[in-house]
């Protein structure tokens, strides 16, 4: 048999290239599950980093990008606009709540949050408050991984490197009930000379620091606090986005709206790349003048590209259906009583769940970290079962497609339920 090319002149992301073993080569994928070239069969439990909602190759998603191709592939987007672009800004402020009125297209969850920090500052910039430029995050925060984004994100091994030229922010912990007065007090103290810019939270779930959860009540409190300091409030939706939480967007289990969100991730279904971020007229407002050095000059070659637009847009028509409403109500469902069933293993830490996500912490004998060495056994194992869960070390999480069918998420339950024999054994 002919070796399989595995791309010597590739780079790949997130990989120490030395010690990772040969990537697995994918020729084909369906549903949930991925094909390789050696006739493996993967469930892909984890969406493909979180981007795929109704499965892979689906075929209405596949079609609307071919009619869309064979019409209009890609058009300038300044001076020009297109159905594609257009019809999708209406359906997203269609189901946004009611607060949100402006889309901004760019590439991808990274580039969504550039422009978000972007906007807050400059929405103070154009009212002549210049001196409004910190950047209070939570800590454990993940926004993308260009330089604004990293600056957002809590410090950590991954951005090392550039530490030295990541702009400052003021990371707080997430609130909660025992906490949240303190936290009120940490922003009174950060925002005493009227210095900041802008709060940017992922909404009840942070996805890369751990799947670690916060509750609804205490953020809707530090945003009204926030807004109260005069302070931009962005949710960060790439990850928890169109469904994931067990509601379209994480923002609708809050009273309290953002001024700002980043969308990206399931936003196309997972086929192709794009980012929006969503404004308030409020923000729209501080750049609509007749003074040039108000407008908002940033954009990319392929901002809101026709296949990408067009691939959301059925993508969401997908989403809004009665089917994939119940598909989500039922991974929760399932997720509920398997987080139940697990919880009191000896080898788990924590359980934890939201919507369609869950997490189980697995208990280690140094302290959580994704450098956890029980991490790489873990992934190789559930490889070896044909299951695709990539733990962020030692905590695993399952965040599927919503096409997951009955029998592939008990198989995604077995493999975990296996793998804690591997746990305690490294205990
Ligand atoms: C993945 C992620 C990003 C970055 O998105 P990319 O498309 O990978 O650039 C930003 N914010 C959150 C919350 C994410 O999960």
């Known amino acids: 048999m002919a070796s399989i090319n595995s791309g010597d002149h590739i780079w790949h992301p997130f990989t120490q290239m030395k010690t990772a073993a040969a990537p697995i080569h994918i020729t084909k994928a369906k549903g949930c599950i991925l094909y390789d070239a050696n006739g493996n069969e993967y469930i892909d439990a984890v ?59 760019s590439d991808d969850g990274s580039t969504s949050v550039e422009v978000a920090i972007k906007m807050a500052l ?62 009120k007090k940490q922003i009174d103290e950060l925002a005493k000379e009227d210095t900041v810019a802008a709060f940017i939270f992922e909404p009840l779930v942070q996805g890369s620091g751990g799947m670690l959860m916060h509750e609804a009540k205490y953020l809707d409190e530090l945003i009204t606090y926030c807004h109260q300091k005069n302070i931009i409030c962005i949710a960060d939706e790439v990850m928890t986005g169109f469904g994931r939480t067990g509601k379209n967007f994480a923002i609708e289990y809050l009273t309290n709206q953002p001024d700002i969100i980043c969308l990206s991730k399931g936003i196309t279904g997972g086929f192709l790349p794009l980012g929006v971020t969503v404004a308030s007229q409020k923000i729209f407002d501080a750049f609509y003048a007749d003074e040039k050095e108000k407008t908002f000059y940033h954009g990319h070659s392929y901002t809101a590209n026709p296949l990408a637009c067009a691939a959301a847009n059925a993508s969401l028509e997908l989403l809004l259906n009665n089917k994939c409403q119940q ?101």
């Open 122 to 183: 400059q929405y103070w910039h154009n009212q002549g408050h210049q001196h409004k430029t910190k950047i209070i995050a939570f800590e454990n925060a993940y926004h993308g991984d260009t330089f604004g984004a990293m600056s957002a994100g809590d410090k950590s091994t991954f951005n090392a490197a550039f530490e030295k030229l990541l702009f400052e922010v003021a990371h707080i912990p997430t609130p909660n009930a025992n906490n949240i007065h303190l936290l």
């Open 327 to 427: 598909q989500i109500k039922f991974i929760e469902e399932k997720h509920k009583a398997f987080a139940n069933s697990i919880r009191t293993n000896e080898a788990v830490k924590d359980v934890r769940q939201q919507g369609t996500i869950i997490a189980i912490e697995f208990k280690t004998k140094e302290d959580t970290s994704y450098f956890s060495s029980v991490r790489n056994k873990l992934y190789q194992f559930y490889l070896s079962k044909g299951v695709l869960l990539r733990p962020l070390g030692n905590i695993v999480y399952i965040l599927p497609p919503y096409c997951i069918t009955e029998e592939e998420l008990n198989k995604v339950y077995d493999a975990i339920i296996q793998s804690t024999e591997l746990v305690k054994s490294e205990l």
């Open 47 to 105: 969406s493909s980093w979180w981007v795929n909602i109704h499965g892979h190759s689906n075929e209405i998603i596949a079609n609307a990008i071919a009619e869309q191709a064979k019409l209009l592939e890609h058009v300038i987007f300044a001076g020009f606009t297109h159905s594609p672009a257009i019809k999708l800004s209406e359906q997203l402020i269609g189901i946004l709540p009611n607060y949100f009125s402006k889309i901004f297209f």
